[in-house]
C-alpha cells in the first residue's frame, strides 16, 4: 500500500496560535486525503475530504474556517489548526485511498496537540 | 443517514472466543469494514464484507447481513495483545470511512 507520513507527531501549542499539521503521500498520487480527529476513548471523526487543487469538503458541524485544509499538490495535505483553544486538544490523523481496495486505506501516523 | 453502533466496552479472557457487533444505516452501502486500533496509533485493517456471510482471516472472522444492517468481528485465541479498540466502518461518497464510535476490548489472563 501507499506511504503516508505525517508531521509533526506530537505538538504542544499556547492558546491563539495556529498549528500546522502536513500529511504527504510518499509513493502514491492522492487527488483526495481525509483527514479525522479522535478525542480520548472515542472514535474516528472524519472532520473533511481534502480535494487536490479545490476547495475541501467539511463534515457537517466542522468549521471550515478555524480548520483549514489546503492540499496543493498530488502529494501533500495540510490542517492548520487557527486560533487554537483548550478544546481543540486531541489526536488527529490523515488518511487517502488507492482506489476501491478494502486494503487500499492508508493512514498516517497521527498528531497528538496539546493546547495549554 | 449514517448510523454505526457497537458496544462501547468488553472483556473477555486470554485464549477464549469474543464476538463484537456492529449495526449500521446507511443510504448507500458500499462495504463494511473492521479495524483494529491501539491507542495513539493509526487503526490497522482487518477485514472486509461486501457480500453476505463470513469471511475467515486466521484469527479474526467478520460476518455481514445486509438486509438486518448488522456486522459481527469474531476473535478467537484471544491473546493479550488483541486489547485494543475495534472499529466498524462503512464506506461513504468519495472513498470516505465512515468510523463507528469503536468497541474497547480487554482481554485479562
Known amino acids: 500500500g501507499a506511504v503516508v507520513s505525517q508531521h509533526p507527531s506530537r505538538v504542544i501549542c499556547k492558546s491563539g496560535t495556529s498549528v500546522k499539521i502536513e500529511c504527504r503521500s510518499l509513493?502514491?498520487?492522492?487527488?483526495?486525503m481525509f483527514w479525522y480527529r479522535q478525542f480520548p476513548k472515542q472514535s474516528l471523526m472524519l472532520m473533511a475530504t481534502?480535494?487536490?487543487?479545490?476547495?475541501?469538503?467539511?463534515e457537517q458541524g466542522v468549521e471550515k474556517d478555524k480548520f483549514l485544509i489546503n492540499h496543493a499538490s498530488l502529494t501533500l495535505s495540510t490542517l492548520t489548526v487557527t486560533s487554537a483553544h483548550p478544546e481543540d486538544s486531541s489526536f488527529y490523523i490523515c488518511?487517502?485511498?488507492?482506489?476501491?481496495?478494502?486494503?487500499?486505506?492508508?493512514f498516517g501516523s497521527g498528531t497528538r496537540l496539546t493546547v495549554v | 443517514g449514517q448510523n454505526i453502533d457497537q458496544p462501547t466496552e468488553m472483556t473477555a479472557t486470554e485464549g477464549a472466543i469474543v464476538q463484537i457487533n456492529c449495526t449500521y444505516q446507511?443510504?448507500?452501502?458500499?462495504?463494511l469494514f473492521w479495524y483494529q486500533q491501539h491507542a495513539g496509533e493509526a487503526p490497522t485493517f482487518l477485514s472486509y464484507?461486501?457480500?453476505?456471510g463470513l469471511e475467515e482471516k486466521g484469527r479474526f472472522s467478520s460476518f455481514l447481513s445486509r438486509s438486518k444492517g448488522y456486522s459481527y468481528l469474531l476473535l478467537k485465541e484471544l491473546q493479550m495483545k488483541d486489547s485494543a479498540s475495534y472499529l466498524c466502518?462503512?464506506?461513504?461518497?468519495?472513498?470516505?470511512?465512515?468510523f463507528g464510535a469503536g468497541t474497547r476490548l480487554a482481554v485479562h489472563p
Open positions: 488518511s487517502l485511498s488507492q482506489g476501491n481496495d478494502p486494503d487500499g486505506y492508508t
Open positions: 509513493d502514491f498520487q492522492a487527488t483526495t
Open positions: 481534502s480535494n487536490e487543487g479545490s476547495k475541501a469538503t467539511y
Open positions: 446507511t443510504s448507500g452501502f458500499n462495504g
Open positions: 464484507n461486501v457480500l453476505d
Open positions: 466502518a462503512h464506506r461513504g461518497g468519495y472513498n470516505k470511512l465512515i
